[in-house]
């Protein structure tokens, strides 16, 4: 038995060699490369020379820095927060009312296109001056609205594309945690006169709750990783306005050559996602269910 157990385990290994491999060579060894360079002054034009802290110090007293994860934040809080609703909405409706599969693919068809294409189709739609949005509100006498172009509606209209690509899959994942909720829960629930609205917020979200909690981490983390939609509409514009923390890694790597520095501003990140997903799962108490 023990021998035919080390086998297994051999053949298990085996297996599982590949995805280690990939695991070390592309997440494990540059994260702890990036660590490393964090503590230097790096330029790609000459080898890494060991400055200590002084990148910590830097970013802690960095203006575009404060402002870029003040920026940050309003997009994921805009972005998760009608995200969720929109997506939370769709999964009860395709649970109570339909389950058909031509349903599902349609809300998943925003996903399926790339994030760049959608953000070059919206950011046409929504021109100030050749956009179709802004003629449909000329024909009800609005003025032009300078959706990518206004320092308050920019951060906004880059959260709610991003929700429209993303709802549908939100809504799948929330729409495959209802199917695990056994049906003679809502059958007790009616038995004892509960309406809909009672039966959603007594039954339905305590028992969705690991899934939603699971859903709310992935999401949270992908919403602050904003890059794409940005860099091809904006480019952290107008006036910092939407200069997101991962397009500010971005310049300052691959457009000023201070790699030392961007280094240190992703391991920033890298902690604060790390922080906001151990609150959100202690919070939301991710690892038990209410139907143990």
Do not use: C
């Amino acid at each position: 038995m023990t021998a035919r157990r080390f086998g297994d385990s051999r053949v298990a290994a085996l297996f599982l060699l590949p995805a280690t491999a990939g695991f070390v060579v592309f997440y494990a060894w540059p994260a702890l490369r990036t660590f490393y360079l964090s503590f230097t002054d790096y330029s790609l034009l000459a080898p890494p020379n060991w400055i200590g802290g002084a990148n910590y110090r830097k970013a802690l007293h960095d203006p575009v820095f404060r402002n870029a994860l003040w920026v940050t934040l309003e997009y994921v809080v805009i972005n998760i927060g009608v995200q969720t609703v929109v997506a939370l909405l769709l999964a009860v409706l395709m649970h109570r009312v339909t389950r058909s599969t031509l349903v599902r693919g349609v809300l998943l068809l925003p996903y399926l296109v790339s994030n760049v294409v959608v953000a070059l189709v919206w950011y046409t739609m929504l021109d100030a001056q050749l956009g179709i949005v802004n003629t449909m509100l000329g024909w009800v006498g609005i003025d032009p609205v300078a959706f990518f172009g206004d320092t308050t509606t920019a951060i906004p209209t880059i959260a709610l594309v991003n929700v429209w690509r993303h709802m549908g899959y939100t809504a799948l994942l929330l729409f495959a945690g209802l199917q695990a909720i056994p049906r003679n829960v809502y059958e007790a629930a009616a038995i004892d006169g509960a309406g809909e609205w009672k039966t959603f917020w007594r039954v339905t979200m305590p028992l969705l709750r690991p899934v939603l909690a699971l859903v709310l981490v992935l999401t949270v983390i992908g919403s602050f990783q904003i890059f794409d939609t940005v860099a091809v509409t904006t480019k952290g514009g107008p006036i910092n306005a939407t200069r997101v923390i991962y397009y500010y890694i971005y310049q300052k790597a691959f457009e000023q050559y201070d790699f030392g520095y961007a280094a240190t501003l992703a391991v920033f990140l890298f902690v604060i996602l790390a922080v906001v997903a151990l609150v959100q799962i202690r919070l939301l108490r991710a690892g038990k269910s209410d139907l143990d």
